[in-house]
């Protein structure tokens, strides 16, 4: 069976880096696409980023010069890093697997931003 | 980006009523749309892809339908479990854009 499973810091400080890490289990993620996901107080959800099965990487144009996803395929694990981080980043943030919709999700993580 | 406009944002409905869930694209989406169900403290949980084909495991009384900019999803007989949030989402162009989501609560 697929599970992702979110681990990370639950506060962050303004203007610091948020950093995340998906752990996959049943499944390699050296197929498929892995992308993080975020929903905000209120229900909003914005689609993050992904990293591909060949390690390249699509991000959201609203994000693009402060977020970066990466991943270690000995570990079977792939990160989300965004930086100068302000209130307006707390979110409940979700790994999940796929592309153009994503089929198994991670259980979430909710962190907040502030001082 | 697509913007996407769910309706109603929250509804009300009786065991084994029927419930539709209204979606619509800022542009043509070519059936490049999912959706999703959310319960109280629980990730979302894939319903149906591809406009209108069903996940595996996912109860025959769902089924989504639509085209171009308009789309809907369909709860045949409303059932205490199908209380939640619904979301659509487009998945054919990037950046995947989101419905604000829709409450559904058994009256």
């Known amino acids: 069976e697929v599970q992702l499973q979110e681990s990370g810091p639950g506060l962050v400080k303004p203007s610091q880096s948020l950093s995340l890490t998906c752990s996959v289990t049943g499944y390699s993620i050296t197929s498929n696409y892995w992308g993080w996901i975020r929903k905000f107080p209120g229900n909003k959800m914005e689609w993050m980023g992904y990293i591909s099965y060949s390690g390249s990487t699509s991000y959201n144009p609203s994000l693009k010069s402060r977020i970066s996803i990466t991943r270690d395929t000995s570990k079977n694990q792939f990160f989300l890093q965004l930086n100068s981080v302000t209130t307006e980043d707390t979110a409940t943030y979700y790994c999940?697997?796929?592309?153009?919709?994503?089929?198994?999700w991670g259980q979430g993580v909710m962190v907040t931003v502030s001082s | 980006d697509i913007q996407m406009t769910q309706s109603p944002a929250s509804l009300s409905a009786s065991l084994g009523e029927t419930v539709t869930i209204q979606c619509r694209a800022s542009e043509d989406i070519y059936s490049g749309l999912a959706w999703y169900q959310q319960k109280p403290g629980k990730s979302p949980q894939l319903l149906i892809y591809g406009a209108s084909s069903l996940q595996d495991g996912v109860p025959s009384r769902f089924s989504g339908s639509g085209s171009g900019t308009q789309y809907s999803l369909k709860i045949s007989s409303m059932q205490t479990e199908d209380e939640g949030v619904y979301f659509c989402?487009?998945?054919?162009?990037?950046?995947?854009?989101f419905g604000a989501g829709t409450k559904l609560e058994l009256k």
């Open positions: 999940a697997r796929g592309a153009a919709n994503f089929d198994y």
């Open positions: 989402q487009q998945g054919l162009k990037y950046p995947n854009t």
